[in-house]
């Protein structure tokens, strides 16, 4: 019930195009879903984050897209770049009533490691 | 400040030794996390303080022990360590539990 499934473990990309990261979750209650963006050594960093009142969100080369009915949501960079190159993590939480088993709580994907080749 | 900053960096540690991990944000944000990650593996929640109260421990062993003594700061307390304890620990930090977690740069630990 908890569970986000993440697809593929692993990406190559050519320099300038696109790279496509699928994340499917159980439970209904979650309600965000942000991805991360991890380098080597460093902690993950927020890249951009959706609420299922919205289908789709654009920052920059990054593009989310959801779909509550199916209970998926993907990530898309636009215009790979090697520097785009690093483990994405897509997440969901729970910001419903304080009684909920998952408030506060993240529950990452196993991660995508994307490398993006110039 | 927009940053979650944790110290030390690096540590290593022997399975007697008593150590501890610090985090500190000065976003004003009133939840505050750590995780813990394995290599190539996502982080995984140890526990959570909401509003310097502990809220969420996912059962995680007695050897660690956390402590929140303001807003603003956040301790690991390390004792009697097993050497697969040893990973990546994450501080994060977010304005309420249902907002955005942000992530310090984590402390490389090994136990030996």
């Known amino acids: 019930q908890q569970q986000v499934k993440q697809s593929p473990q692993s990406l190559i990309v050519q320099k300038g195009g696109i790279s496509i990261i699928n994340c499917a979750y159980e439970?209904?209650?979650?309600?965000?879903f942000p991805w991360y963006q991890q380098f080597p050594g460093k902690g993950p960093a927020l890249l951009i984050a959706?609420?299922?009142?919205?289908s789709e969100k654009k920052e920059g080369r990054f593009t989310i897209s959801f779909n509550k009915s199916a209970k998926q949501f993907s990530l898309h960079i636009m215009d790979s770049q090697p520097g785009d190159s690093a483990t994405y993590f897509c997440?969901?939480?729970?910001?419903?009533?304080?009684?909920?088993?998952?408030?506060?709580?993240?529950?990452f994907g196993q991660g995508t490691i994307l490398t993006v080749h110039p | 400040d927009t940053e979650v900053t944790q110290t030390p960096k690096h540590l290593v540690m022997g399975m007697t030794n008593k150590k501890s991990l610090k985090c500190e944000q000065h976003m004003g944000h009133r939840a505050m996390y750590w995780y813990k990650q394995k290599a190539k593996k996502p982080p995984e929640l140890m526990f959570v303080?909401?509003?310097?109260?502990?809220?969420i421990n996912e059962s995680v062993p007695s050897r660690f022990s956390p402590e929140c003594p303001n807003s603003s700061l956040l301790n690991l307390h390390l004792h009697a360590l097993q050497p697969e304890d040893s990973a990546l620990y994450l501080c994060a930090s977010s304005p309420s539990r249902d907002r955005e977690a942000f992530f310090g740069q984590g402390t490389r630990l090994t136990v030996v």
């Open positions: 303080y909401s509003y310097e109260k502990l809220s």
């Open positions: 997440a969901a939480s729970d910001s419903g009533d304080a009684g909920g088993t998952s408030y506060g709580k993240l529950t």
């Open positions: 439970n209904t209650a979650f309600d965000y």
């Open positions: 959706i609420r299922p009142d919205v």
